[in-house]
């Protein structure tokens, strides 16, 4: 496709229940970045991977987090047992490769709102 | 502790009025920095990286190590320019971004 597509667009999910982000990096390209954007603040890093390895996930807020990139291509966050203070919006982002000459490429994100 | 900030929330100017976005930040070792952009309804896109040493609609930002400050500007804002500006930093362990909390632009004619 023409950039990342990120599915669903926007997912309203009742306290407890499970939900689960899908993320299609543009073809090709290696290394794959979930970020967390609550209300008014900027991005922050939630879990990297480089093709299917799962390089990072220091930014997994709890274990209820959970991301997966099984053959390298498509990846998906699922957040188990949300709450209230899960509400944000989960942009997907993609890069060629990594390092500072490679540009990523973000989603337009999929905005969860917990209730 | 990796750090970017952006100390204003919003800067509000006229149009044709020059522009600075600042923002400063904390790494230890050589930083990667970058200024991304988000106009309304659409996807966080990159602007420039310090890098390349680009202009890019006629904005640019200079890295200065002594102050720590990746300041982004323009000296005659535009309305189509207002946007959410986002000053990041990257990792150079896997690459990922650091950023601030953005700060919103709004030119008015």
């Known amino acids: 496709g023409a950039g990342v597509s990120q599915s669903p667009r926007y997912k309203v999910a009742k306290r407890g229940q499970d939900v689960a982000l899908r993320c299609d990096p543009i073809s090709g390209h290696v290394s794959l970045f979930w970020y967390q954007q609550a209300l008014g603040q900027g991005p922050e890093f939630l879990t990297y991977f480089q093709n299917e390895a799962q390089l990072d996930k220091s930014g997994l807020p709890s274990d209820r987090f959970f991301a997966e990139r099984p053959e390298g291509s498509v990846s998906t966050l699922k957040i188990q047992r949300t709450q209230q203070e899960d509400s944000a919006v989960y942009l997907c982002?993609?890069?060629?490769?990594?390092?500072?000459?490679?540009?990523?490429?973000f989603g337009e994100g999929s905005w969860l709102t917990v209730v | 502790a990796q750090r970017v900030t952006q100390p204003e929330k919003l800067l509000s100017v006229f149009k044709g009025a020059p522009v600075e976005l600042k923002c400063n930040y904390s790494?230890?070792?050589?930083?990667?920095l970058f200024w991304y952009v988000q106009y309304s309804r659409q996807r966080l896109q990159l602007l420039l990286r310090h890098i390349s040493r680009e202009s890019i609609k006629g904005f640019t930002a200079d890295l200065n190590k002594g102050e720590t400050s990746f300041h982004l500007k323009k000296p005659f804002a535009q309305e189509e320019d207002s946007a959410m500006y986002y000053c990041a930093l990257m990792d150079n362990q896997g690459g990922k971004l650091i950023f601030g909390q953005g700060t919103e632009l709004s030119v008015k004619p």
């Open positions: 982002a993609s890069s060629l490769s990594g390092g500072a000459g490679n540009t990523i490429y």
């Open positions: 790494y230890s070792g050589s930083p990667e």
